[in-house]
Every structure is written in C-alpha cells, then in structure tokens.
C-alpha cells in the first residue's frame, strides 16, 4: 500500500498545530534547516522518511504509523481498497458479497467498462464501482477492526485474510436469506440475453435447420424462445413484485417499532 504524500502533509499540519508549533519551531525539533522543508511536506510536495519521520512522530506525541496511514480505521480501510482488490481471494469474494446483497443488475456488466475512451472508461468505472466497493468494505470493516489493536498497525496479508473470513461468513448467511436467494436469481436472469433481436439470421437459420434435421427449425425455434422470453419477463416481474412485498413488511415492521418507542 502506497502512502499519499498530501494525507501525511495534511496531518503533520493538523498536529503541528494542536501543538501551537510553528513552522520554524517544529523544524528546529525535527532538526532540519529551516520552516520552509516542513512547509513542503505540508503541502504534500515531499514526504518526510525514516528517521526524520520518526522525529516528527516523537515531537507531534504520534506514531509513525499514524502519520503514514491515519488512524487504525483509515489504514485498514485503505489496505482493503488498495492490496485486497489485487488479491484473487479478496476479489472473488467481494464481487460475491456485492452480488448477494445489492439489486442494481448493471453494477457487474461489462457495459460500465466498455467507453468511448479510455480516460472516459476509467471515470466511468470510478463512478459506478467505487461506491459499491467503499460500502461492501465499510460493512465489514467493525468486524476486522476488532481483530486487531489499536497499539500497532497489522500486515496488509493479515488485514486481508480477516476480511477474507468476515465476507466468506457473512455470505454463508446471506445465502440463506430471502434477499440472497432472490438476487442470485436476479443474477442468474440478468445472465440470460431475453432481447437479444429475433429475426432474419441466415447462419443460425442454416445451423438450426441442419442440426433439427427439418427445414422449419428455425422458425420453431424463434417461436419458442419467444414463448421463453415472455415467460422469463413474467417471472422477474412476479419475483420484483414479491421483494416490493418484502421491503414494504420489514418498512412496516421498522415503523411500529419506531411507533412503540415514542
């Protein structure tokens, strides 16, 4: 995980100041020459290393590990959004969790990473994505936290594999539930292509035609992936009917218990 030079500045300054420390106090402390190295690593231009790091810490009364990552909870997340992403397990299983507890059916489609350009794309895909995966992380992120102290910062491996066990938990029981089973279906719906144009198609036409061994074949087939497809929309509509039903009864619920306590 890489360190961002403007979050180390900004919080050297925040310190500095709680401190009532200027500039020049601090670099005469930290023992460098003059207000305006500690003026630079404020502003993120450079970033303080080793022991110059570790004075800063001893002056300000923080850590080291503090002034690279924030508190505990900015450090994990972080880890989690930076490392876990480029790690398989960590993938699979995020994608998993966000598949089980959210109804959007575009967020996994290749349709927000195909763009225009290239820059395009990646705005795209930070608008749309990242959302999902800073809320999926933010879920679990309590849950990892007491795992570990507050007293000293873990190892990225060891942040990920905790929040490797949390999601792989947490999915075990989301599969049991009525909201996990209905959006597995959605999923499994969402993979089959109902619109997909019907119509004139002389390759499928002749394949159809050949491997059905009659001269009709194609026509019957488009008949009845007709007759599929319509039956597949009625269902999804029954099936998002039902999941209204179930969001309205937990709202209901919510709100009598909300009614009690007044």
């Known amino acids: ?13 925040t310190l500095r100041q709680a401190n009532h420390f200027s500039m020049a106090t601090l670099a005469t402390m930290v023992g460098v020459a003059g207000k305006s190295t500690i003026n630079d690593w404020e502003k993120g231009r ?49 994608w998993e969790y966000v598949d089980l507890t959210t109804t959007n059916p575009g967020i996994l489609s290749g349709d927000v990473f195909n763009s225009q350009s290239h820059e395009q794309g990646k705005n795209v895909v930070s608008t749309n994505i ?19 102290s507050a007293s000293a910062y873990p190892e990225p491996s060891a942040v990920i594999n905790s929040a490797c066990d949390r999601f792989r938990k947490r999915i075990q029981l989301i599969r049991r539930t009525f909201t996990g089973k209905y959006n597995r279906i959605i999923r499994l719906l969402d993979n089959v292509d109902l619109y997909e144009k019907l119509g004139d198609d002389p390759a499928l036409a002749h394949y159809l035609n050949a ?8 026509d019957i087939d488009q008949n009845y992936q007709q007759k599929m497809n319509a039956l597949i929309t009625t269902f999804h509509q029954q099936l998002n009917d039902i999941n209204a039903d179930y969001q309205a009864a937990l709202k209901k619920q919510r709100q009598t218990k909300t009614n009690s306590t007044l």
């Open 1 to 13: 995980m890489t360190n961002d030079k403007t979050a180390v500045g900004r919080r050297i300054k």
């Open 130 to 148: 990242d959302p999902i995966i800073d809320t999926a992380i933010n879920q679990v992120l309590p849950a990892v936290l007491r795992d570990f």
């Open 211 to 218: 491997a059905t061994d009659v001269t009709g074949g194609y």
């Open 46 to 94: 450079t970033r303080p290393h080793g022991e110059r790091l570790v004075k800063i810490a001893q002056a300000l009364d923080t850590s080291v590990n503090f002034l690279q990552h924030g508190d505990l909870k900015d450090y994990v997340f972080n880890v989690l959004k930076d490392d876990g992403l480029n790690n398989p397990e960590f993938n699979v299983l995020l």
